[in-house]
């Protein structure tokens, strides 16, 4: 049994194999002057076999240290066929798959802490065209599949990791996988990768269903699907709720943010009763053109179903002019025949809106306008506002509903290069609309399918809504990968770092890719538990005598020292090489992996076809 005090060098020179072969010359010799000599043969017989012994003796710890060495510029760039992903998915269909690794315990800690007191340049071949440092997951003399309970992944998980690091790479994994099992996919990409887009409709080809795959980009309106981002709600002021919460202002301290917020709520309240489906483009053209034409419509089909009597000869309406005149009669006759036995406080929301000052309501919804203006202008408008009566848009119309109950796969680009500001809104908004679902699944229970939300650079579109839905979302059975480059992005996001807090307090499993912010890495090894590191403290004096200069004494010793160090140290985040993450899994599992490159013969048809067209 080894002693947990013992404690030796482990880059150390191969001191073995100059043992090894010392002890090979000596049986050699001595075979010579066997051969060669008349002296008797059993002393050089015993000879060679002492040598022999000794040699093979010391092979195992010459080979070791070779091979811990050998191991440290070992790894590189892997590609791994999508056929044998779908294999895995098959044999272990309650797992996910995560590339390969070890568990990364207190062992590598202390090698990774001494490799980096020594020049590594002796140690390790300098390459400056591979990024980052493969000595790291060199550490593990041995590797296996990294998997991990999807149960767990109930819990969601936080991935970080700067640019090429290699998050499109682990979505793609972690999104065939999902396709595979036939299971909801959403993925929420504000740069609109067209890497991550191809992933998606290569999964849904190769599970041999490419309908499944559902399509939303606002820079190329032609190829994309119509999406009702207010289609799904459990409360009707959840709707304005869901846009407010996407305009400029402070979050609950900011007075024209919480009247615009009314006002939506209003119009909301006016269209159901009016019976019409609430959509940006209705909410915004009540607010520029006034509730008018509102008012009038809630106002009659309102009387319509509760009045039992011609109410229209009674106020003497002939015809319906939809003016301020005509809606003044029907507020009057509201106040004056109906409010006392047929109260309807959601009207009376909407008439206090017509009754308001217009140029004061023009000034308190001023910053609310530009954004409606941006949602529904142009290609937005028919994209988010679908028509269902527009024969001449032959585009489908689908929700977060029906993605998620026709167990499709969805890929929604937001063009956040292009136009930051809005792909912010429309993804803020769709996973508002997703929260509405997952609260209509938890409280009804109506569909248990799992579904999988991925959304990448997500402090572009992180909101309340989302935090709920990090909150609640498990019993929904909704498991959300949250990628981003530093925590800090969402604290700029939210404007508060107690909110930013909040959303990694409810992120069970992080992988962590390569991260250079500092800030970002030291929280991540916090979170890692501490252990003891070894390290060999080495003393020397010399004294003199006071009353005899002559006499003198010496002292040189070493003293085997521990302290409390890093599991994985900050600073090695920084120096992942590409596809290579450090990951906390399962609430507590510490592992090292390294992800491949998906390829499948689908690939080659892509790349055949574009260099056709181009």
Request: charged share 25%; with cysteine.
């Amino acid at each position: 049994m080894k002693d947990e005090y013992d404690y030796q060098l482990p880059w150390r020179p191969n001191y073995e194999i100059t043992a090894i072969v010392v002890w090979i010359a000596f049986g050699l010799v001595s075979y010579l002057m066997y051969r060669f000599s008349e002296l008797p043969s059993e002393p050089f017989n015993g000879l060679m076999v002492a040598c022999v012994f000794m040699a093979v003796k010391r092979v195992p710890a010459s080979a070791g240290v070779w091979y811990r060495k050998h191991r440290l510029n070992y790894f590189k760039f892997q590609r791994f066929n999508v056929a044998s992903l779908a294999g895995i998915v098959r044999r272990h269909p309650d797992q996910w798959w995560l590339g390969w690794g070890f568990e990364w315990n207190q062992k590598h800690a202390q090698l990774a802490y001494d490799i980096q007191k020594r020049d590594l340049t002796g140690l390790i071949p300098v390459n400056h065209d591979r990024m980052g440092a493969t000595w790291i997951h060199g550490l593990g003399l041995t590797e296996d599949y990294i998997r991990q309970a999807i149960s767990h992944s109930a819990g969601h998980t936080l991935i970080v990791g700067t640019t090429g690091a290699g998050k499109t790479r682990l979505f793609d994994i972690l999104v065939t996988q999902a396709v595979l099992r036939n299971e909801a996919v959403i993925i929420i990409d504000p740069k609109g990768d067209k890497d991550l887009k191809w992933c998606a409709e290569r999964a849904c080809r190769l599970s041999r269903n490419p309908d499944r795959f559902v399509y939303f980009h606002p820079a190329f309106p032609d190829e994309s699907v119509r999406i009702d981002p207010l289609k799904n709600f459990n409360r009707s002021s959840e709707l304005a709720s869901r846009i407010a919460a996407v305009s400029p202002g402070e979050s609950g301290s900011d007075p024209f943010k919480a009247f615009g917020q009314k006002a939506l709520d209003n119009i909301v309240q006016g269209l159901f009763a009016a019976e019409e489906q609430p959509s940006l483009v209705k909410l915004r053209t009540y607010l520029e053109g006034g509730p008018v034409p509102l008012v009038i419509k809630a106002l009659v089909r309102y009387f319509d179903k509760v009045l039992q009597f011609d109410w229209r000869s009674s106020i003497g309406m002939k015809r319906m002019d939809l003016n301020d005149k005509t809606a003044q009669l029907l507020v009057k006759f509201y106040r004056e025949r109906v409010q006392r036995e047929r109260q309807n406080t959601d009207l009376e929301g909407l008439i206090s809106m017509f009754e308001h000052d217009r140029t004061h309501f023009s000034k308190m919804i001023a910053s609310l306008l530009p954004l409606m203006n941006m949602l529904t202008s142009g290609s937005l408008g028919a994209l988010l506002s679908p028509d269902q009566s527009d024969s001449n848009d032959t585009r489908a119309i689908t929700d977060a509903a029906e993605i998620i109950k026709g167990a499709k796969v969805a890929y929604i680009g937001l063009d956040s290069l292009s136009d930051s500001m809005v792909g912010s809104a429309i993804g803020s908004i769709l996973l508002a609309d997703l929260a509405a679902v997952a609260g209509d699944r938890y409280n009804h229970g109506v569909d248990n399918r799992p579904v999988n939300i991925f959304v990448d650079e997500a402090a572009e579109v992180i909101n309340d809504p989302c935090i709920q839905l990090l909150n609640k979302g498990r019993g929904a059975q909704f498991r959300l990968f949250i990628a981003t480059q530093t925590f800090a992005d969402f604290s700029a996001r939210l404007g508060s770092e107690a909110k930013a807090r909040q959303i990694l307090a409810n992120l069970n499993n992080l992988i962590a890719l390569r991260v250079m912010d500092a800030e970002t890495q030291t929280y991540i090894t916090d979170n890692l538990p501490k252990t003891r590191l070894k390290y060999i403290m080495r003393t020397q004096g010399v004294s003199t005598h006071s009353a005899n200069p002559a006499v003198f004494s010496g002292n040189i010793g070493e003293r085997l020292m521990e302290e409390e160090g890093d599991l994985f140290a900050p600073q090695l985040l920084g120096q992942l090489p590409d596809l290579h993450y450090i990951a906390k899994l399962s609430g507590g599992r510490i592992v090292k992996g390294r992800l491949p490159i998906l390829i499948s013969d689908l690939d080659k048809e892509k790349t055949h076809a574009s260099q056709k067209n181009a």
